[in-house]
Nanobody, 119 residues
Framework: QVQLVETGGGLVQAGDSLRLSCAAS????????MGWFRQAPGKEREFVAR????????YYADFVKGRFFISRDNAKKTVYLQMNSLKPEDTAVYYC????????????WGQGTQVTVSS
């Protein structure tokens, strides 16, 4: 029903910045919390950041706090993840998600976009 498409991933060097975008298929996502998860090879998928439906509240995992920033533009049906001061350990597939973010089990998932940070 709701499709989420991530873009903006790529190969960067440590210390660089990157911005991921997640575009939704319809306007219903304007009423949903949204966020990002990531999964590195051999590791469990982990929570990165979330944002409330109106953009008024954000929450971050400790390991990205102060470096990553989540925002959204409901008119464009898009959520963003600005990633600064990237580290090699940030290398992972990043997944956009929507709905029930606080539960840790979102209602909708994107297909993922690869972020690789070289030393």
């Amino acid at each position: 029903q709701v499709q989420l498409v991530e873009t903006g991933g790529g190969l960067v060097q440590a210390g660089d910045s990157l911005r991921l975008s997640c575009a939704a298929s319809d306007r219903t996502t304007s009423l949903l919390s949204m966020g990002w998860f990531r999964q590195a090879p051999g590791k469990e998928r982990e929570f990165v950041a979330r944002i409330s439906w109106n953009g008024g509240n954000t929450y971050y995992a400790d390991f990205v706090k102060g470096r990553f920033f989540i925002s959204r533009d409901n008119a464009k049906k898009t959520v963003y993840l600005q990633m600064n001061s990237l580290k090699p350990e940030d290398t992972a597939v990043y997944y956009c998600a929507a709905g029930s973010l606080r539960s840790g089990k979102p209602d909708y998932w994107g297909q993922g976009t690869q972020v690789t940070v070289s030393s």
